[in-house]
């Protein structure tokens, strides 16, 4: 799984179209990515990369709904009790802008992480910040580098607006190869992202390497840590690179609302960096223009619920526990997964996969890297991974 010797312009030649105006809208839940137009190859699948492609089913406006909906890593227990009161009771307040309310919480979160509140840019979710960042740094070209596969909201947009994305394959314990990466940065490099866990295979790299990696390449260029799921780990934020930013390293790290808070919908998340990086993408975007008012009640009273983000983490091991166990006495090999999803590979070809199970009701995602073939699925509560695995033994087995 290498890119020597294919460029990017010779690849798209073979087959492959540039999906002009399409935009991924019809794809809702599946593409991850709103903004930036597809490249979509001759069988309508979107291509990341020559290694690197998701398989699309119909348009998702025609499904049935889901019984199962395992496709976009939500969480099904929440927004928290105390998330919705507060949501509620605010509700009244949505005539108003949130600035003052909006100000309260960036100090809590700022807070919560260690820094100052300069140090903190709010959003709509975290994804809406990565894609700025994109816009900000590449409107005058230059390229990004990440693993492949990587979660692709960011790589995506930069992309769109001239960018050219250096892919780095996964090691094959599934970890960023952290030294190729740095090899791979140039004079032209814009930005280094990582996903860490790493989307879409749930996989985790070492905390000290990444430590090491992020204090010494920040010196080259910007390091943007997506940390979106890195809370569902028992202790995972104590592996944070939040650290660094007091260290003065150039480094932006995201988190979002939308994961173990399960605020998906009511949209609300932030990027920690330094005052000088977040100054330069709020000349030209303003991140918190986008989070309705009672969505920011919505996040205060959640980052105070402590007792439901340790009830969705365990929750969520017992589903995943649940679903190796059935894998493993279906004889399937699967990746031990860091987060709310898990992968593993498929033998049948991931478009009539996907289409097998769209027709039992059950939501979930397809992909093809490392030459494979492979599931995706979101952790839902217990009677839908129960859904998904008879799903699973009417299709594969």
Known sequence: MTTKNISRRDWLKKGA????????????????????PLVLDTNGDAVYSPFFKEYLPKDIREFPSFEAKLNANENPYGPSPKALEAFKNAASGGNRYAWKELFQLVDKIADFEGVSAKNIMMGPGSSDLLEKTAMVLFMNGGNVVSADPAYMSL?????????????????????????????????????????????????????????????????????????AYLAFMGEGLKKSMVSLINEGKNVI?????????????????????????????????????????????????????????????????KCREYVYSSLDSMGFDYVKSHTSFMIFPIEMAGKDFLEKMTDLKVGVRAFHFMDKDWCRVSMGTMDEMKLFTDAISKVLV
């Not at 090899?183 to 790299?205: E, F």
């Not at 990027?271 to 977040?278: D, M, P």
Request: net charge negative; charged share 20%; proline share 4%.
């Open 17 to 36: 179209i540039t999906a002009g105006g399409i935009l991924a809208t019809p794809y809702l839940g599946y593409s991850e990515n709103l903004k930036a």
């Open 253 to 317: 790290i995201a988190r979002t609302f939308s994961k173990i808070h399960g605020m998906a919908g009511l949209r609300v998340g932030y990027i920690v960096g330094q005052e000088s990086t977040l100054g330069q993408l709020q000349k030209i975007t303003r991140g918190g223009m986008g989070i309705s008012y009672p969505s920011v009640f919505a996040a205060m009273a959640a980052m105070d619920d402590t007792s439901f983000l340790d009830s969705s983490r365990e929750l969520n091991v």
């Open 155 to 227: 790589i995506r947009v930069a992309e769109s607006v001239g960018a050219t994305w250096k892919p780095v394959p996964l090691k094959k314990d599934w970890s960023h190869d952290l030294k190729a990466m740095e090899a791979a940065v140039d004079s032209d490099t814009k930005l280094v992202y990582i996903c860490n866990p790493n989307n879409p295979t749930g996989t985790i790299t070492d905390h000290e390497e990444m430590v090491d990696f992020c204090s010494r390449v920040s010196e080259k260029a910007p390091v943007f840590v997506d940390e």
